[in-house]
């Protein structure tokens, strides 16, 4: 009986979607995560699923890093005990209010243009016996759909992995399913509040100013907002402290930092909210009905307005203009980019970068992973430390640029390797001697070009400023220098113009790629910071790290050098390995 009615609900379900609405509304949210371009191009094509793992590994990596602050028996080592799990929780809760908040609201500003209609759904649906009304209702609901999964999906790993990490240190089953809840709650809250928050301000931009002036704003707007998400997510080792001390009335810059309000929340439903966290979480609901309102109401009046002018749009686009050569690429070409492949093709290669959606989506994904592992080693280092100072030779703190310059390397070899336009490389196959193996060089120089320029800006004047020039000279040194190796490794025997080739096929040794990457990142980003915190009191001990940068160094060279010629050839296209190779004797 039981089959039966589940088969009948399914077989009315399955019904139920054909209907025009609902066709339309699983069009508009394939349009949304594909972002409306024509399914046939060749290229990334980044399907949901993966989008969805990309939006909710940070949350789960961050989680299984708590690990070593969680467990009893490493409390026990540092002589912990009968610690408070909620009152140690509450940084960390802070962390993931503002990674999810973070997190959503990039996907709004990224996913901006795709949510309304384009100039070919308006021609293919208008002309259909559907009122523009029902075409406005199915795009409304396939927004909304997008974020409530968003909103999920972000917070899925962490809504697991971090209640089972404190609630590890507890005896009873039911501190795990309250914590889980409440965390649930504040986190899943915070992504909506982003989302339409983003969605506010961009709608209403949109309703107010005319179609133009919006267009050519659009850019600064989504950046300035992406700045002020960044800038949220690094205030979590400072914020969870400043409401600690707290004892009069909320101050006033918490009403410019919403987190703070989610904090309350989830703090007040543990039982342990301050009077100045219950008066933040009265602000919740409130908040969220005024963003949610504004949104709606924006949304309403800049669809109309958009729906409307579609018609009045063409597709002609105007004559290219000449590129204009900047003074930074005269410099470049002068100092680093000698042979004219090299000139053209770190051209080529960095608009791609810029231009090219999914690539832009991938690093957007490592860059947001780089900056959470980032922003948590800084709280870890201001965690326990009495001064700036002592938090600045605090391995955690020594280990941010070996993170982001780690992930970003990485990063970047990864995208190298995902194609744009395969039926365009014919361009590059016809132009490019593949003997003339300038690939390696070329990709070298891209990375450090993208890497190394703030390491200097950042990183040497932050040191210079809290250590002195000794130590920042020495710190500078030693990133810079694991930075070149690091590159020199990825890029061993690299053979392709970045975004020509096909995808690398699956591999017997992939699995060990990917294990040696998680191995080289301890290695990197975590046994280097540790050695140098030591050392830093001695800088002569340093020197006991020149066997590992020759060996480093001398392995990439002796692998280019002992490659076969054939092994050498720029290729376009990943041939798979034979596993029988025929001899062809009658030939």
């Known amino acids: 009986m039981i089959s039966l009615f589940?088969?009948?609900?399914?077989?009315?379900?399955?019904?139920?979607?054909?209907?025009?609405?609902?066709?339309?509304?699983?069009?508009?949210?394939?349009?949304?995560?594909?972002?409306?371009?024509?399914?046939?191009?060749?290229?990334?094509?980044?399907?949901?699923g993966l989008v969805l793992t990309l939006l909710a590994m940070p949350g789960g990596f961050v989680s299984l890093l708590l690990l070593n602050k969680y467990g009893t028996f490493l409390q026990w080592l540092r002589g912990a005990t009968n610690v408070d799990p909620?009152?140690?929780?509450?940084?960390?809760?802070?962390?993931?209010?503002?990674?999810?908040?973070?997190?959503?609201?990039?996907?709004?500003?990224?996913?901006?243009?795709?949510?309304?209609?384009?100039?070919?759904?308006?021609?293919?649906?208008?002309?259909?016996?559907?009122?523009t009304r029902t075409i406005f209702f199915a795009n409304l609901v396939a927004v909304l759909f997008l974020v409530g999964l968003v909103a999920v999906d972000v917070n899925a790993a962490s809504c697991i992995l971090f209640p089972m990490v404190v609630g590890a240190t507890q005896r009873t089953f039911l501190f795990f399913v309250k914590f889980a809840i409440v965390h649930a709650v504040g986190v899943v809250l915070a992504s909506v509040f982003a989302f339409f928050a983003v969605f506010s301000v961009l709608g209403l931009l949109m309703a107010v100013l005319p179609l133009g002036a919006f267009r050519r704003l659009s850019a600064y707007i989504r950046g300035v907002v992406v700045v002020y998400l960044v800038a949220l997510l690094c205030t979590t080792f400072a914020v969870p402290d400043l409401l600690r001390r707290v004892h009069g009335p909320a101050p006033s810059w918490t009403l410019l930092m919403p987190s703070c309000w989610f904090l309350g929340l989830c703090q007040s439903l543990h039982g342990r909210g301050t009077p100045v966290l219950m008066e933040l979480s009265r602000r919740v609901l409130p908040g969220i009905a005024a963003v949610?309102?504004?949104a709606l109401c924006a949304y309403a009046?800049?669809?109309?307005?958009?729906?409307?002018?579609?018609?009045?749009?063409?597709?002609?686009?105007?004559?290219?203009?000449?590129?204009?050569?900047?003074?930074?690429?005269?410099?470049?070409?002068?100092?680093?980019?000698?042979?004219?492949?090299?000139k053209?093709?770190?051209?080529?290669?960095?608009?791609?970068?810029?231009?090219?959606?999914?690539?832009?989506?991938?690093?957007?994904?490592?860059?947001?992973?780089?900056?959470?592992?980032?922003?948590?080693?800084?709280?870890?280092?201001?965690?326990?430390?009495?001064?700036?100072?002592?938090?600045?030779?605090?391995?955690?703190a020594l280990s941010i640029p070996f993170i982001l310059t780690f992930l970003v390397i990485v990063g970047l070899r990864i995208v190298f390797e995902l194609p744009v336009e395969l039926r365009s490389n014919w361009i590059f196959q016809l132009m490019i001697d593949p003997e003339r193996q300038e690939c390696e060089p070329l990709a070298r120089k891209v990375i450090l070009m993208l890497v190394l320029p703030w390491l200097l800006v950042i990183a040497f004047p932050a040191y210079a400023y809290l250590e002195?020039?000794?130590?920042?000279?020495?710190?500078?040194?030693?990133v810079v220098t694991w930075a070149v190796l690091l590159t020199n490794i990825v890029l061993i025997r690299f053979r392709k113009l970045p975004?020509?080739?096909?995808?690398?096929?699956f591999k017997q040794h992939s699995f060990v790629t990917l294990l040696s990457v998680c191995f080289g990142f301890l290695l990197y980003a975590v046994s280097t910071p540790e050695f140098e915190s030591s050392v830093l009191s001695e800088p002569l001990r340093m020197l006991s790290l020149a066997p590992v940068v020759a060996v480093a160094w001398y392995i990439p060279h002796y692998l280019a050098k002992s490659a076969l010629d054939i092994e050498r050839i720029t290729i376009f296209e990943e041939s798979p390995t034979t596993v029988v190779e025929v001899l062809q004797l009658r030939d």
């Open 6 to 48: 589940i088969e009948a609900m399914l077989r009315r379900w399955d019904n139920h979607r054909q209907r025009p609405f609902w066709r339309m509304v699983q069009l508009f949210v394939a349009r949304i995560f594909r972002g409306g371009g024509d399914s046939d191009a060749e290229g990334l094509d980044l399907g949901v």
């Open 86 to 131: 909620l009152l140690v929780a509450l940084p960390d809760e802070y962390f993931f209010i503002v990674l999810s908040m973070t997190v959503t609201g990039a996907v709004a500003v990224w996913r901006w243009d795709a949510i309304f209609p384009d100039r070919r759904d308006y021609m293919n649906l208008v002309p259909l016996p559907i009122s």
């Open 292 to 294: 949610v309102g504004v």
């Open 301 to 342: 009046v800049g669809y109309q307005r958009h729906f409307v002018r579609i018609a009045e749009t063409t597709e002609i686009t105007g004559f290219a203009r000449a590129p204009r050569i900047s003074r930074l690429g005269v410099l470049l070409d002068r100092l680093a980019l000698r042979t004219p492949f090299q």
């Open 344 to 396: 053209a093709c770190f051209r080529f290669v960095c608009r791609t970068l810029l231009r090219s959606e999914s690539h832009r989506l991938v690093l957007t994904a490592i860059g947001g992973l780089s900056i959470v592992l980032a922003s948590q080693a800084l709280m870890d280092a201001f965690g326990g430390a009495r001064s700036f100072r002592e938090a600045a030779r605090s391995p955690d």
């Open 468 to 478: 002195g020039w000794f130590v920042a000279c020495v710190h500078t040194v030693l």
């Open 499 to 505: 975004f020509t080739c096909t995808l690398p096929l």
